[in-house]
């Protein structure tokens, strides 16, 4: 098995899967970020959470921008017919939102002008 840790990317969510079970002790969340390093030709690259970690897309939408530290991984499978085939993965470590979707509504509230209700500023300590 190969196995590269901490390997960094940015980019846009583009699709986010439902978790799938896969076993008894086994689940997974595959989700797909499009990164614009060439807005010409975009890439968009399948991710996977796996275990606990699929739990992290739940607060994400599509569109929103994210930074991803993944590993990259792959194994050789061996069909019943003997034929040999190779699989990649990139499993993510850690998952974090660089910037909202436009319509995410991530802004701040407006501040209030004035005091709050009940404010007594009449003591003269200066602090």
Not at 10 to 34: A, C, N, W, Y
Not at 69 to 92: H, I
Request: charged fraction near 30%; proline fraction near 9%.
């Amino acid at each position: 098995m190969l196995r590269l840790m901490g390997i960094n990317v940015s980019g846009k969510l583009h699709t986010i899967f439902e978790t799938k079970q896969i076993t008894d002790r086994f689940q997974k969340r595959e989700f797909v970020v499009e990164m614009a390093d060439n807005p010409k030709y975009p890439q968009v690259v399948m991710f996977q959470l796996t275990g606990d970690r699929c739990g992290q897309l739940d607060d994400f939408k599509v569109d929103d921008e994210v930074r991803i530290e993944f590993s990259l991984r792959g194994r050789e499978w061996t069909s019943p017919q003997g034929e040999v085939k190779y699989f990649n993965s990139l499993d993510v470590w850690s998952l974090e939102l660089t910037g909202g979707s436009p319509d995410r509504g991530d802004e701040e509230p407006p501040l209030p002008d004035g005091p709050p209700p009940g404010f007594d500023d009449s003591d003269d300590i200066p602090f």
